[in-house]
């Protein structure tokens, strides 16, 4: 594939729910190997972009026809195909995980159908197998394979969830929120994990509220306020204190240590 065109590019997507537009006329596009972060404040919209790329929401259309939502320059995939180049760890799929009853080698296996349980119309062949062993290795995560994903800690169904998505091996991973509910250390542990893959040639899509989360190999941000691109560039450029202080609507100081961020309130 050729690596000019964009891994994702969004054309004044609009999203209405009863009456309101959840996303209004919102484009956007990122280039492959643009590590990205998407930041904004609680309700700007985030979730519902995710939602669109998952294609569990939809746009309105445009009266040309052109549209709203390319992945990899297309916008008509199935789903493996899909998921070979964009693994998806959205706020939904991490509920109906966290809710099933399947072991968690089970449960990286289904990703490879379109269901969170293996059923016995499943048919996993070796080659699944091994690479559904091979994303738990690397997330670190194989003692857990036997373990029913309903009695795992938040972290560590976190890292079964991303091993899910890894199946695959995807060229990007859009991951909603991945850090919610994890105590610092396991935080940290985690987004060295998400290091890493970016260092692999991963690229990372990560939707958040914290600056702390934007790991030093990502370096493009997108702010979203309002279900509207508030602004979008160089982090550098983006997370000083009167930028962010706007987007989140609260006084904010920025700091930086060995690469990470901070934010503190005033
Ligand atoms: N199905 C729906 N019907 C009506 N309103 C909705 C629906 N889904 C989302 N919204 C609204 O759309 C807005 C954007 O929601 P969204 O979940 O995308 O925000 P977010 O940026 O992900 O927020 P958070 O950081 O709190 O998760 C919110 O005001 C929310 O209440």
């Not at 998806?88 to 968690?104: G, I, K, P, T």
């Not at 991963?202 to 990502?218: R, S």
Request: proline share 3%; hydrophobic share 45%.
């Amino acid at each position: 594939m050729d690596t000019s065109t964009p891994l994702l590019s969004i054309d004044r997507a609009t999203v209405l729910r009863e009456g309101r537009a959840l996303l209004d006329r919102l484009s956007l596009t990122i280039a492959q190997g643009q590590h990205t972060a998407i930041l904004g404040p609680n309700g700007s919209g985030k979730s519902t972009l995710v939602k669109l790329i998952e294609r569990r929401v939809y746009p309105l259309v445009h009266d040309d026809g052109s549209a709203v939502v390319r992945i990899f320059g297309r916008d008509r995939w199935n789903v493996a195909e899909l998921r070979s180049l964009l693994g998806v760890v959205s706020s939904d799929l991490r509920r109906e995980f966290e809710a099933s009853n399947e072991v968690a080698l089970n449960a990286v296996l289904s990703g490879f159908f379109a269901s969170m349980t293996l059923g016995l119309d499943h048919a996993v062949d070796d080659g699944m197998r091994r690479r559904a062993v091979e994303a738990l290795e690397r997330v670190g995560a194989s003692h857990l394979a036997a373990r029913d994903v309903s009695t795992l800690s938040t972290g560590e169904a976190r890292r079964v969830l991303i091993a899910r998505a890894l199946v695959h091996r995807p060229r990007a991973l859009l991951l909603d929120e991945p850090c919610a509910g994890l105590d610092p250390g396991t935080r940290r542990r985690f987004l060295d994990l998400l290091r890493e893959l970016a260092r692999d040639g991963t690229t990372l899509l990560l939707v958040t509220h914290h600056v702390e989360e934007i790991v030093p190999e990502i370096g493009h941000v997108v702010m979203l306020r309002d279900g509207a691109l508030f602004d979008h560039g160089a982090k550098e450029r983006l997370l000083v204190d009167e930028h962010l202080s706007d987007l989140f609507g609260w006084r904010m100081e920025v700091e930086r240590t060995d690469g990470f961020y901070g934010a503190r309130l005033r």
